[in-house]
């Protein structure tokens, strides 16, 4: 009785003990070293390559071009336009989006993209946000991004990012969803794989919004992550919630360096 | 939506052949899709293309449900005289668009 007694604490010692240990070290995954990184891009089917590659093929352009029309386009109850305060994109927006996800002064917290033009709307046009994934704010974030295509990913230095890449890393490399898997488990410890009819890559997000081709329609990184997190069974998070952007950040961050190529044709 | 997308090469010599791309902004909803609530999506297509050069017809295409979403087009004609190429689409719901590019034979 007594060694029973004994043997199952041991036991429960011993998994609490390993418990801590997985806790304390939860990157069993290594990350990807600099020189092994990869875009999305050179995993493509040399088609798909060909279709990004040339702007008179690119789906996506059609929402470069409608961002351009809507940039100069007056808007809301102040009647004013983008262009009225930033002016030229080509200069004004150049590299922005290579440091997005980034830290709002005025709000504090966390904002991407698509949170910062719908800032931009309530703030300065009086004009209602406009929904998420909706052909309006696709096109204007094709637009923005579109200025820094060929502009590597900037690691973003504001210390008050810090706990949101922190919190983005330990959902890369959580487990979640009915299927106990993380992200790092695809996207680390197997990419280049076969999945399907297309390779596992690596996850940068190097050229988005992306056109993606299954979808046949462009779309936001928190739609793919979305997708993503279906996809493992799990329950994604909302469009907009700090988590997902927490996750954008993280794989932003991890992606310093990297080209930027939006809009990416994606399969 | 900016709809269309054209590439045509803005000068050619006489007799060259040339490239003309497009690219058109359309949902090309197949008609054989469900909505989240059960009901047959109606289709919505592009039906035809037309591509005339100074007027005379050089390319047509009929279009059909398993085309892709924002179709993308590639044919070759060759260049014969400076010119206007007028671009149509038709479709569904009384779709139409048209487009057109200048092209200068040398």
């Known amino acids: ?267 | 939506m900016s709809s269309a997308l054209i590439n045509v090469p803005a000068r050619a010599k006489r007799g060259e052949i040339i490239a003309i791309k497009t690219l058109i902004s359309h949902l090309m909803e197949t008609g054989f899709r469900y909505d989240s609530t059960g009901v047959l999506v109606p289709r919505n297509i592009i039906t035809d293309f037309v591509c005339t050069y100074n007027g005379e017809e050089i390319f047509r295409a009929g279009f059909f449900p398993a085309i892709a979403a924002n179709p993308f087009m590639i044919f070759y004609t060759v260049a014969t005289e400076s010119g206007t190429i007028v671009f149509q689409w038709a479709g569904d719901n009384g779709y139409s668009e048209s487009a057109s590019a200048k092209i200068v034979v040398e």
Request: aromatic share 8%.
């Open chain 1, 1 to 267: 009785m007594n060694v029973q007694v004994s043997l199952s604490r041991w036991l429960a010692l011993t998994a609490s003990l390993m418990g801590v240990l997985v806790i304390a070290n939860p990157t069993l995954s290594a990350e990807i070293a600099s020189a092994d990184r990869r875009s999305d891009y050179e995993f493509m089917r040399r088609d798909t390559q060909a279709m990004q590659d040339d702007d008179a093929a690119n789906p996506g352009m059609l929402w470069v071009l409608e961002g351009e029309t809507l940039w100069n386009a007056r808007a809301g109850e102040a009647n004013k336009s983008c262009a009225d305060c930033h002016g030229d994109a080509r200069v004004s927006m150049k590299g922005i989006a290579s440091v997005y996800p980034s830290f709002d002064d005025k709000r504090e917290k966390l904002v991407d993209l698509e949170a910062r033009i719908n800032i931009c709307r309530t703030d300065h046009q009086n004009a209602k946000p406009l929904p998420f994934e909706s052909k309006e704010l696709l096109a204007l974030m094709a637009y923005v991004a579109r200025q820094s295509n060929g502009m590597p990913i900037k690691s973003n230095t504001d210390v008050r990012l810090k706990p949101h890449i922190n919190a983005g890393q330990r959902m890369f490399y959580g487990r979640q969803g009915q299927l106990n898997l993380s992200c790092a488990q695809c996207h680390e410890d197997n990419w280049g794989k076969q999945l399907a009819g297309n390779k596992v890559p690596q996850g940068h997000p190097t050229g988005y919004p992306i056109y993606r081709l299954e979808w046949q329609n462009l779309g936001s990184l928190q739609r793919r992550l979305r997708t993503c997190l279906s996809g493992m069974r799990a329950q994604p998070y909302e469009y907009g919630s700090v988590e997902l952007i927490e996750l954008e950040l993280y794989l932003m961050w991890r992606a310093r360096g990297m080209t930027m190529d939006t809009p990416a044709v994606r399969p």
